[in-house]
């Protein structure tokens, strides 16, 4: 029996990667959920989707910083399975390395379909600096995001042509995506390739972005995102969005 009435977020790493610093990551992104309004626990392991455990049957929307190249594909046929059931996931930086383990693409093939993109590579521009968001209106997870500058990785994407691109940067003579959403079933998916490390995980505009995801995926009433819950202080007496 769930014990909570309102929605709850799992934030969950998985990885053996020393780019990543998983353990900040768990503790920066539990932060910056709670910031929103949602209780959020931590977890490591992708081997909890089959099956799962209280902490994972009970949470509204899983917010996931992945940095492995191996995802079961049992563990992700269920993680599908029950995104479309009606949970969320929020997708968080290097989330999506799928086609790079044993098996290639195929072995990836659900949660790729699930996320709905995956990294190709750094681009020619170095992998990491200054990025100039762009952010796009008219939705829920961008109410009170204006552009904005982040020292971040550069990804490139592949993407399924049924995201809705929230977020875009300048890429050569183009652009690429850097936020997203589309729904799978009855569950809602954001992605992001911003949230290396600390750098950017303490940008509030990131911050800003990952709260409305977060509730915006959990199933949040959309008039409720961007209240005084996620207008969070910017540190110098302005808050974005206005003042609460």
């Known amino acids: 029996m769930k014990l909570r009435n309102g929605p ?16 900040g990551a768990a503790l920066a992104l539990q932060e910056i959920v709670i910031e929103g309004g949602l209780p959020a626990a931590r977890a490591v392991g992708l081997d909890r989707f ?6 994972t049957a009970e949470a509204d929307v899983y917010v996931l910083y992945r940095s492995s190249v191996t995802f079961d594909p049992v563990q ?24 790079f383990g044993p098996g290639g693409l195929d072995a990836d093939r659900a949660a790729y379909e699930l996320v709905g993109s995956r990294y190709v590579s750094h681009g020619d521009a170095g992998s ?24 971040d990785e550069y990804y490139v994407l592949e993407y399924a042509p049924d995201v809705q691109v929230l977020a875009e940067r300048r890429a050569g003579e183009g652009t690429e995506p850097v936020a997203y959403v589309r729904e799978h079933g009855a569950g ?6 911003l949230g290396h490390d600390a750098r950017a995980w303490g940008n509030p505009w990131f911050r800003q972005l990952v709260r409305q995801a977060t509730l915006w995926a ?27």
């Open 218 to 244: 959990a199933g949040v009433g959309d008039d409720v995102i961007g209240s005084w819950s996620t207008r969070w202080p910017l540190g110098n007496a302005r808050f974005i969005g206005g003042a609460a």
């Open 188 to 193: 809602r998916v954001c992605y992001t390739s």
């Open 128 to 151: 990491e600096g200054r990025i100039e968001v762009s952010v796009r209106e008219g939705h829920p997870v961008t109410r009170y995001l204006d552009d904005f500058a982040i020292d």
């Open 50 to 55: 089959v099956d799962p455990m209280p902490a």
């Open 8 to 23: 709850s977020a799992l934030v969950v790493v998985e990885g053996t990667d020393l780019h990543h610093d998983l353990l």
């Open 76 to 99: 992700q046929e269920a993680l599908s399975a029950l995104v479309a059931a009606g949970k969320g996931l929020v997708a968080v930086h290097a989330s999506n390395l799928f086609g």
